[in-house]
């Protein structure tokens, strides 16, 4: 990022720690006077800031108030922490169960990212980098928070999403995908090998939340040649096992389902 785009940012940002608990509205003349910028630089950098929705304007007093996308923001992160709180030890226990590498994914728009990963102990393993961000098509983890987004979202980011080959078994055609993901939501779990990765495989079941929303995957992943016939059975077993209760820790209870979460997960 050249000096000046970094510069604009940490403006941004300081504009942004300007606004508190007590002073929740602020006007142009009061930011720019706490950061010692112009007027006229404060005014841009607020007006950019509320176009894509990160500030918003009180049509009454005309100041500026912390805007929808920053909620949406600290939404995104404190549910992140609840459902990694809650499912570590039971994430621990599947780890121990099957010897394999046990992660936890989100969904941030048409990606997921790894928010929580405990390495099983053999010596050959999935290594996934907490943080790191994969293709919601392409691997079991996905797919499972794909194909239990309520029906007209997953059209929505079908319709967006590239499918980009990343090995000879990636699904790269809608129809086809859009069948897997209907098997995916009949059975309650998905499974996948070498669609992301060459060699691996994955065994993922969706966790709900107190509304009955698919919140996070839970995978078990590992070596391709470990996940054949009986084995992947079982893991799958498993999988969706934990899974069931971590959404029992998470609020959910059988009786509140929201449209398109999968009837297993109770």
């Given at each position: 990022?050249?000096?000046g785009q970094?510069s604009?940012?940490?403006?941004?940002?300081s504009?942004?720690?300007?606004?508190?608990t007590e002073?929740?509205e602020?006007?142009?003349?009061?930011v720019?006077?706490r950061l010692r910028?112009?007027?006229?630089?404060?005014?841009?950098?607020?007006?950019t800031?509320?176009?894509?929705g990160v500030?918003?304007?009180?049509?009454?007093?005309?100041?500026?108030?912390i805007?929808?996308r920053?909620?949406?923001?600290?939404?995104?992160y404190?549910?992140?922490?609840?459902?990694?709180?809650?499912?570590?030890?039971?994430?621990?226990?599947?780890?121990?169960?099957?010897?394999?590498?046990?992660?936890?994914y989100?969904?941030?728009?048409?990606?997921?990212?790894?928010?929580?990963?405990?390495?099983?102990?053999?010596s050959?393993?999935?290594?996934v980098?907490?943080?790191?961000r994969?293709?919601l098509?392409?691997?079991?983890?996905?797919?499972v928070?794909?194909a239990?987004?309520?029906?007209?979202?997953?059209?929505?980011?079908?319709?967006?999403?590239?499918l980009v080959r990343?090995?000879?078994?990636?699904?790269?055609?809608?129809?086809?995908?859009?069948?897997?993901?209907?098997?995916?939501r009949?059975?309650?779990?998905?499974?996948?090998?070498?669609e992301?990765?060459?060699?691996?495989?994955?065994?993922?079941a969706?966790?709900?939340?107190a509304?009955?929303?698919?919140?996070?995957?839970?995978n078990?992943?590992?070596?391709?040649?470990?996940?054949?016939?009986a084995?992947?059975?079982?893991?799958?077993?498993?999988v969706t096992?934990?899974?069931?209760?971590?959404?029992?820790?998470?609020?959910?209870?059988p009786?509140?389902?929201?449209?398109?979460?999968?009837?297993?997960?109770?």
């Amino acid at each position: 990022m050249a000096d000046g785009q970094s510069s604009t940012v940490l403006r941004a940002i300081s504009i942004l720690d300007c606004f508190s608990t007590e002073r929740p509205e602020l006007g142009v003349r009061e930011v720019a006077r706490r950061l010692r910028l112009s007027r006229s630089t404060t005014g841009r950098l607020l007006a950019t800031l509320q176009s894509a929705g990160v500030v918003a304007r009180n049509p009454g007093t005309r100041a500026y108030m912390i805007g929808p996308r920053v909620l949406a923001w600290a939404g995104l992160y404190t549910g992140v922490l609840d459902v990694r709180a809650t499912a570590r030890p039971i994430l621990d226990g599947l780890r121990r169960a099957t010897r394999e590498t046990t992660t936890l994914y989100v969904r941030d728009g048409h990606q997921r990212v790894c928010v929580e990963r405990l390495d099983g102990p053999q010596s050959i393993r999935a290594v996934v980098r907490l943080g790191e961000r994969m293709p919601l098509y392409a691997g079991a983890g996905g797919k499972v928070l794909l194909a239990f987004l309520p029906a007209a979202e997953r059209r929505a980011v079908l319709d967006r999403l590239a499918l980009v080959r990343f090995t000879r078994r990636t699904i790269t055609d809608r129809s086809r995908l859009e069948r897997e993901l209907a098997v995916i939501r009949r059975q309650g779990y998905a499974a996948s090998s070498g669609e992301r990765f060459a060699g691996a495989a994955t065994v993922a079941a969706p966790i709900q939340g107190a509304d009955g929303s698919v919140v996070a995957a839970l995978n078990v992943s590992g070596p391709a040649d470990r996940f054949t016939g009986a084995r992947k059975a079982k893991y799958a077993r498993l999988v969706t096992k934990a899974a069931r209760a971590i959404s029992r820790a998470m609020g959910y209870r059988p009786g509140v389902i929201a449209s398109g979460t999968p009837s297993r997960a109770s």
